[in-house]
């Protein structure tokens, strides 16, 4: 299915890992990107399907098809940051589709 701008209403800001040595090894992740999304919650899935009181909140995220985002990026929302779980980009519709779960400081 081709994504139309009505269906892509949020901003998505995608952030890239970046790592410096030194005295060992940092990461950290800098922002590469603000895209046009569309994003689904799936909360309290896991704790539905599993009866899990540490579920975290789940999102489903699709995208135009683009070459910034990875599977080791991460997805900013909302004030909330998401970890990437699985990311299809297919081609032939020239979109991207991620599972990502929030990360809990």
Excluded: P
């Excluded at 950290?28 to 799936?42: H, L």
């Amino acid at each position: 299915m081709a994504y139309t701008s009505g269906l892509l209403k949020y901003r998505v800001t995608i952030l890239n890992k970046q790592t410096a040595t030194g005295f060992g090894e940092t990461t950290s992740y800098q922002s590469a990107d603000t895209v046009w999304a569309d994003v689904t919650w799936k909360k309290g899935q896991k704790s539905l399907n599993e009866g899990a009181l540490d579920a975290q909140d789940t999102v489903m995220i699709r995208m135009r098809y683009n070459n910034i985002v990875t599977r080791d990026s991460r997805l900013q929302h909302g004030g909330v940051t998401y970890q990437i779980q699985s990311l299809h980009a297919d081609h032939q519709d020239n979109t991207i589709q991620i599972t990502a779960t929030e990360v809990v400081k």
